[in-house]
């Protein structure tokens, strides 16, 4: 005779965890991106840009903030207005207007 043996059955419990989520970016602050990328006197008037591709994005990013403000264009155009972009001398605005794509970026975000 065979000895048989009882077997043992052992639940098994399986424990899913989803997987870790990488942490968001925090939102990118487009004042502090100003400041960095330009140089201002006693008065808060932009002398000079010292970063051009940070000022870009700042730029744009103010106005695709501005675009998802309810309310009419005039409304966007005060919220740009009042963030300060008083420049001393305008030479170098030929400069900010040929960075590749800006103009499109910019109209396709107004």
């Known amino acids: ?9 052992v639940p ?9 989520q990488k942490p968001s970016a925090p939102p990118i602050d487009f004042y502090t991106l100003l400041k960095q990328a330009v140089k201002r ?5 932009i002398v000079v840009v010292l970063q051009y591709l940070p000022f870009m994005q ?7 903030t501005a675009r ?7 409304d966007c155009a005060r919220y740009l207005g ?6 001393a001398d ?9 960075q590749k794509g800006l103009v499109d970026k910019l109209s396709a975000t107004l």
């Open 68 to 74: 998802v403000f309810p309310g009419t264009p005039a």
């Open 41 to 45: 006197d006693s008065n808060n008037t």
């Open 82 to 87: 009042a963030i300060g972009w008083c420049f």
């Open 58 to 64: 700042a730029i744009v990013g103010f106005c695709k």
């Open 1 to 9: 005779m065979a000895r048989t043996q009882a077997m043992r059955i």
């Open 12 to 20: 098994q419990v399986v424990i899913w965890m989803p997987p870790p």
């Open 90 to 98: 305008q030479a170098n605005f030929g400069c900010i207007a040929d």
